[in-house]
């Protein structure tokens, strides 16, 4: 027999004991700070401010990244060519939120895309354009950038991506 | 070289939402007091070393391992803290092997346990610290806070898991009748399983369906719930557990495979995987883990299964990515019954992750209650007689994937 289960079992403290007592505390623990290189940033950066999309391709293994990566994480090698990106791309998956308005009370749908830019082999989080219907938006929709008309150099410079029919037939999506 | 390792026992504390009659040392007791009753010849002095973790900055104290020491019977003994996010369980565990494995003198018995008392702590404070990093990198190339967190919706699994789901409806043409009947099974199992958490014997896929989306397409009525609950393992050598249990489990498989960062990636560079149901590292944790113990065809040769599933969608992606069925086949085998208690390939008969959800202990539950199975001391024991079982784990957005085979026979491949 295991001293463990000679032992009283834990009912004899319940019998005293009808809850454990609750200390709230709270301290403050949101304040990070991260270090990261924005040095390989810089070139698609600027080209943003352009109405442009580049990506980042590895030597090894032809991948292209967009956004930029450092590093490719499957041949570790360092992606160094540039390559130009098309300002369409496909609804690689989505999901729909049910968000709240805090003024109005009223339930809004909103619907939440990874976008997949044709000629890049990466995924990104975007925004569609919100007069599109939550119904109307399928996995592989062809979607297109839409620019802001000032442009800082940032990554919202794409306001959001718009619904349009594609009848070009030299990009397939890729399964 | 290493040496075969078996599982003697496993045990859990009763699982809640709020276990407000016990506090986290007491939570964890009451696991290994469960486990140890399994094992009637091993006393606490016994136990050579120790292994402990949960999902880290969700219990809400400093180093709760030193809290809970004396509780564990750990005073003065070899002491290991692993934490992996929502993978720890399966992590806790595969250390609990490897700290036998590795055939130090002195060491052959290892209590490894896993807890987590989210009731207790301040979970925002440990999603933020999970996407934190990644957010702070896209706001600083531009996107607004707010835009991110709309996008991520608050950064939580539930955000991944609707992704993957949203792709998995798309390639496999299920509808949300599909996820509905894998949540019935899972809840009405949990109502025959002692510790769970979410017990409802009379769920119908009508009810499921009549909640409302938290997120399209998952809805609240499929969505894991929050709980409170401890697991205990206790792992041994080959010639010892041989004398403490009548059937002892041996461990012939084990792996943790990380895979690309879901949604986000790093530095805020996106995701290489496309298709986020397209889990290359569940495949490949599956291949090394069933390599290691010579499982050549795994839906032959598996009996029982325990996936970690806290939403429908993953446990049938889940059963296809780890080689138990056919791509995109895993619905109809729910729909025909080749998954309940009774059918040819059981899988989660403890409810799983979908029925009680305490983040830290889920990984380990999983291993935990297919060893079980085999001893035949599951408390959904199911009526076939099994000899080879896995139970694996899913971590949050590094989707990295911790697997274990076990079997009544020893059979790691050395
Ligand atoms: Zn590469």
Known sequence: ?175 | MGRQVAIASAGFSEHASKRSDVSMPELVSEAIEDCLKNAPGVEIGDIDAFVNGNMPAFEGSNIPELWMTDWMGARNKPLLRVTTGGTTGGTVAISGYYTVAAGLPGIDTVLAVAFEQQSQGDTSVGLASVAYGEISILNTLGIPYEQISRLLSAGAAIGVAAYQATTYMNKTKIKEEDLARVVVQNRRNAAKTWWAHLKMPNLTIEEVLDTPYVQYPLRYGMVCPASDGACAMLFTTEEKAKDICDIPVYVNGVASVANETAVLGYDGSGSCQIDPSMQLGAIRSAELTYSQAGISFPRKEIDYAEVYSPFPNQELMWVEKLGLFEEATAPEMYEAGVTAVNGELPVNCSGGVNATNAIGASAMERPAEAALQIMGKASNQVPKTVHTSIGSGWGGSLNLITLMAMSDQPRRKF
């Open chain 1, 1 to 175: 027999m295991s001293k463990m289960t000679q032992r009283k079992s834990l009912d004899y403290i319940k019998k005293d004991y009808v809850r454990t007592r609750t200390l709230t505390g709270s301290w403050y623990l949101a304040s990070y700070k991260f270090k990261f290189n924005i040095t390989h940033m810089k070139p698609f950066l600027e080209k943003l401010k352009e109405k442009k999309l580049i990506g980042n391709q590895c030597s090894s293994c032809n991948r292209v990244f967009y956004p930029p990566r450092q590093v490719c994480g499957k041949c570790l090698v360092k992606p160094d060519k540039w390559v130009d990106i098309r300002n369409t791309a496909r609804v690689s998956t989505f999901a729909i939120s049910y968000l709240k308005d805090p003024e109005t009370g009223e339930v809004q749908e909103r619907p939440m895309v990874l976008v997949h830019h044709d000629g890049a082999d990466t995924t990104s989080i975007a925004e569609l354009n919100p007069e599109i219907d939550v119904k109307d938006v399928y996995v592989g929709m062809p979607i297109i950038a839409h620019w802001r008309d000032e442009t800082v150099g940032g990554l919202m410079d794409i306001e959001y991506y718009d619904k349009f029919i594609d009848d070009s037939d030299d990009i397939r999506y890729k399964k």
